[in-house]
């Protein structure tokens, strides 16, 4: 009787399947280690992508108008990518159009570096618009031209009639002189008012505490409160208990004179009994809102003036705010 006797791989059987176990799992690591490069290479690929587009749209963000001082505007459009750039300079020259532009003579203005980026990246949609003649430069500059004519055409909807002849009052003030002339048949109480408030020499030593720009272009003053009250209180003064508003077809162009309104609305509307405010550039936007009852006829120099004044960071209320030194009636 034989034994049963256990059978054995040769030791170079042994050897082969050793090195055949070495060999695919050598393979198998490099294959891992290879998926693993790829994708930390992925990763810094699209990192790296990233960050370029974050720093093209960084510096594309530069040339929008809230951001940008104009002097800076022709540097900053250089800092841009080349793709971009074209629309970087449709921005810079659209940002005279973004800050109440409304006169045709500086519509006209704005007009030249439309035509130019038009020209030179004729190809681009920067010059045509992302949808053709749509919001491109080439469109921008034929609708300027269409506006433009139909503000010459259509006087009557951005224009208000000559004043009347009557008496008119006489500001002075320690920036210079300015006139206003009124429209007496158009806001017959606001007219009565307002003269008598000038012959009660009420305005003298108010200040004009209010300045705006941009789609409303505005100086204000008359309030009692910029004599000697905090500056915390000025624009919340007023005279009696105010004027009904009265609805006329008088518009916000530059010079309309108007009367404020409370800060704190009322049920019956009504305009303030003394704040008042000049428009000095074209304010459509308050038309039918607030009774316009005057316009200034000479010294509207002045009023620009009073305009160009430092205004106080986060408001605004002018740094070194013009007094009104005497009111004439003539």
């Known amino acids: 009787m034989v034994d049963n006797i256990p059978i054995h791989p040769s ?3 042994a050897e082969t399947i050793e090195q055949t176990f070495k060999k ?6 490099v294959a891992l280690a290879a998926c693993f490069a790829g994708w930390g290479a992925i990763r810094f690929i699209r990192h790296q992508k990233e960050a370029e587009v974050g720093e093209a749209w960084r ?3 530069k ?3 809230n951001t940008l001082r104009p002097q800076e505007s022709n540097a900053a459009i250089e800092s841009v990518p080349d793709a971009l750039r074209p629309w970087a300079r449709l921005v810079a020259a659209n940002r005279p159009l973004t800050t109440g532009v409304m006169q045709p003579d500086q519509l006209l203005e704005a007009k030249p570096a439309f035509e130019k980026l038009a020209a030179e990246v004729a190809g681009s949609p920067a010059a045509a618009g992302l949808v053709p003649d749509v919001m491109g430069a080439k469109p921008v500059s034929a609708s300027i031209d269409a506006f433009v004519a139909w503000e010459k055409a259509n006087p009557q909807f951005l224009e208000n009639p000559a004043p009347s002849p009557a008496e008119k009052v006489r500001f002075v003030t320690d920036a210079g002189t300015f006139e206003v002339a009124f429209y007496p048949d158009a806001a017959p ?4 008012n307002f003269k008598q408030l000038a012959k009660d020499h ?4 108010t200040k004009f505490h209010r300045v705006t720009k941009g789609g409303t272009s505005i100086v204000q003053g008359g309030d009692p409160n910029t004599i000697d009250g905090p500056k915390e209180k000025w624009g919340q003064g007023s005279k009696g208990d105010g004027i009904p508003v009265e609805g006329n077809k008088l518009v916000h162009v530059r010079g309309a004179v108007a009367m404020a309104q409370p800060s704190t609305p009322t049920p019956d509307k009504k305009s303030s009994g003394c704040q008042f405010y000049i428009v000095t550039k074209g304010s459509h936007n308050l038309d039918g809102n607030y009774t316009v009852f005057g316009t200034v006829v000479s010294g509207m120099d002045v009023v620009d003036k009073i305009a160009a004044g430092e205004i106080e960071p986060g408001t605004d ?3 070194t705010p013009v007094m009104v030194t005497k009111t004439e009636i003539f």
Do not use: G, Q
């Open 202 to 205: 009420f305005y003298e030593k």
């Open 189 to 192: 109480e606001h007219v009565k």
């Open 11 to 13: 030791s170079s059987a």
């Open 24 to 29: 695919y799992s050598t393979v198998a690591l």
């Open 59 to 61: 510096s594309f963000s």
């Open 63 to 65: 040339v929008e108008p």
């Open 317 to 319: 209320r002018p740094l």
